[in-house]
């Protein structure tokens, strides 16, 4: 049960996290990208003791980071959202 509350919370912080690449990217926000916060949130909650605020904050967290994967591995941490036509799921 705890798996699928996991993988829920997961699905909880990718979608924020999408949502929040479109807002960024139609306002041309100059702004941190969102993948720095996912781990700032992975971190906090790192710091909670067997809790469930543990397991949501590490969630959603990583939902956030997974949302934003490729800006995270091309160390981008500070700017405007790059627009790329993209298709269903974000396949080009």
């Not at 990718?14 to 100059?30: E, P, W």
């Not at 469930?52 to 160390?75: E, H, Q, Y």
């Amino acid at each position: 049960m705890i798996i699928l509350i996991f993988l829920g919370l997961i699905f909880v912080g990718y979608s924020v996290g999408r949502i929040s690449h479109i807002i960024a990217h139609g306002r041309h926000i100059q702004s941190i990208h969102h993948w720095v916060y996912g781990l700032v949130i992975i971190l906090l909650g790192l710091l909670f003791l067997n809790s469930l605020w543990r397991i949501t904050a590490v969630g959603v967290g990583a939902g956030f980071v997974i949302s934003d994967l490729n800006d995270m591995l091309k160390l981008r941490f500070y700017g405007v959202e790059k627009f790329e036509k993209q298709k269903f799921w974000g396949i080009k």
